[in-house]
């Protein structure tokens, strides 16, 4: 059954020195299986750009994240507690080729709300480019 939610994201990014981060307020939905969570939301953009429809498929075991984005580039990386993906990332000036290390997933979902939290590092031509953590959380729309 796909339940309306409010969805908070909160990205946080680390290279060299710098940090960085962004802080998302959306509606969305949530759907449950046996196996997974998926949490369907929309980027807004700079007019007159479309959104970007993004899709967050978590399993519950906490080992895999997949985050899907689709639109005018299109992304999916794969974020697996202490293994590396090779992930394509679609940028207006072409998709990058980048590695994904996961370090650390945690999922705390209920009836009604729910937390995620899942860190990984990004590296292109195997030099780290940044360590970076997401906090996803939801409250169900009644």
Known sequence: MTKDVLITIVGKQKYDADNDKVEMTTVGTIEEDDLCYTIKYNEEQE????PIKATLT??????????????AYSSLLIVER????LCNYGTEFGDILMGIYGREIDVDCHDNEGRI???YDIDINS???????VTVTYKINR
């Open 117 to 119: 939290l899942f860190s």
């Open 58 to 71: 978590i399993q519950k075991d906490a080992n895999t994240v997949q985050m899907a984005k689709s639109g």
């Open 47 to 50: 007019p007159p750009r479309n």
């Open 127 to 133: 030099a780290l480019t940044s360590q970076n953590e």
């Open 82 to 85: 202490s293994k590396r993906n």
